[in-house]
């Protein structure tokens, strides 16, 4: 049935029995696709002064001019939190709009990927710049965006 359904042309296909946040994530990962495309659409994100480019079209960030590698993963939470600078986003949030309802991890992984970033984008983690973490809420993107 399920190889029937994709031929047909269908683009995802629910198991039963199947959890309601499941299929919640399903549904909102197929809107995101049809409403706004793929992460770019727009040009790139900069902070401070061009010290930071967040690039949603290429996958590419750069810090001071020099490429910063970063995993899929961790550019999806970088990028998800640096188009909402200031907004401070719960991990629930980052798992929902950076790695969607196929993401089967804990929570608490958002975690180790911000970890990651912070390595890969601060100069001093004791003082970060670019990610602070909300104690007891989350996480915000705290770069001051250029216009």
Known sequence: NKI????AGADDYVVKPFSPR?????VKAVLKRFVK?????ERPLSFNGGSLVVNGDTYKVMK???EVRLTPTEFKVL?????SPHRVFTRSELVEKALGYQFEGYER???AHIKNIRHKLEDDLQ???FIHTIYGV?????????V
């Open 79 to 83: 990028f998800t939190l640096a188009s």
């Open 138 to 146: 989350g996480y915000r993107f705290s770069g001051s965006r250029d």
């Open 109 to 111: 992984s958002v975690d």
């Open 64 to 66: 001071a001019g020099k």
């Open 22 to 26: 499941e299929l919640v994530f399903r």
């Open 127 to 129: 003082n970060p710049v």
């Open 4 to 7: 029937a359904g994709f031929e």
């Open 37 to 41: 495309g793929d992460l770019g659409g």
